[in-house]
């Protein structure tokens, strides 16, 4: 009896930790690889308080304060880096910054097309505005974030970036790989009311106990925090093409940036602007926040007066529908009346 006892609890382990997984994974990305605004990396220099490269080392997520229309909150990571390199503006060793989307809270994720997603050790550039934190605190939100992967540099979505004087210019292989979620390990109280979770346990007559032996194993041995990839949206389908003839290549793109140049283009632009007027006031997970409404326009009815016809209008429209109508420009016959 004690090795089935045991056996089922492993089983429901393993089923509470693909639930848990599932719960973390239903985020969805919508991107292409012309995210950049044309204005080049000088205007980004300039819209950008503090401009830093550093590497993720921490993520929390809260929500904001309850609204009537999100009376949950709307999920923001909070996501620190250490600071290595200070390109302008002045900042610590540590920063944190909000950024919209991430865990609910319950169990599941809030995705932001417009907005990265982090996981611990990834290295970045980022672009900060400066005064409050406001929905997103880097500029234009993820077009402020550039990747830095095995020393060469990518867009916040990971398309290479491969030239950057003039225009901020993207292509070639994307690394949609990068594009990763760390959520936490999803609640035990959470976990348990999934729908197969419950069939389960009701099936094998869990008691209290065993529901106590569970949530023991679970908070014990399950993964603090999963790290999630992210889908992209009109994926094609893995299809056998084996027969048809290769495509040729369409556009051949450099490759990607090389980190030390596009460090160099930094310092240059940075030097021409001059250090900025604003400093950077950083976000705190520890403290409430509120998000802006969505901004609302009144519609209002308004009456359209239509003209009066003319004598001639009121005559055309009495003719019978089987009669030749002649007007100026405009011959309407009926073919069934004409021999």
């Known amino acids: 009896m004690k090795s089935t006892i ?21 985020a969805s990305f919508a991107h292409s690889a012309a995210d950049a605004e044309e204005g080049g990396l000088r205007e980004l220099v300039g819209h950008s308080a503090a401009v830093a490269y550093g590497r993720v080392v921490d993520i929390q997520y809260r929500n904001s304060e309850p609204t009537r229309e999100e009376p949950r909150g709307v999920p923001h990571t909070f996501v620190t880096y250490e600071i290595a390199k200070v390109f302008r503006g002045y900042l610590p060793s540590r920063i944190t910054l909000r950024i919209p989307g991430g865990a609910d809270g319950n169990g599941g994720a809030y995705s932001v097309t417009t907005a990265p997603t982090f996981a611990r050790g990834e290295a970045d550039v980022l672009f900060i505005p400066g005064g409050e934190a406001g929905d997103c605190q880097l500029v234009n939100c993820v077009e402020g974030r550039f990747r830095v992967v095995d020393d060469r540099i990518y867009s916040g979505f990971g398309v290479p970036l491969f030239a950057a004087e003039k225009a901020l210019q993207f292509g070639g292989k994307p ?39 569970l949530r023991k194993k679970y908070e014990l041995e399950s993964p603090p925090f999963y790290k999630i ?3 992209t949206d009109g994926a094609s389908r893995a299809d056998d093409y084996t027969g048809d003839q290769e495509a040729s290549v369409m556009n051949l793109y450099p490759a990607p940036m090389i980190t ?59 003719q019978p529908e089987d009669s030749v109508r002649a007007t100026t420009g405009v011959l309407k016959i009926n073919p069934l009346t004409v021999k």
């Open 260 to 318: 030390n140049e596009f460090f160099a283009l930094i310092e240059h632009f940075n030097a021409e602007l001059g250090q900025p007027d604003q400093k950077v006031i950083f976000a705190s997970p520890k403290l409430a926040f509120a998000i802006k409404p969505p901004e609302t326009s009144v519609m209002r009815e308004t009456a359209t007066l239509s003209p009066r016809p003319s004598a001639e209008e009121i005559n055309f429209k009495s």
């Open 229 to 231: 990839a992210m889908r």
């Open 6 to 26: 045991s056996f089922r609890l492993a089983t429901a382990f393993s089923m509470l930790l693909s639930s848990s997984m599932l719960l973390s994974s239903h």
């Open 175 to 213: 690394r949609f790989d990068l594009n990763t979620m760390e959520l936490p390990r999803a609640g035990f109280d959470n976990v348990i009311k999934q729908p197969e979770i419950v069939r389960w346990l009701e099936a094998n007559k869990v008691d209290a106990n065993g529901l106590a032996d």
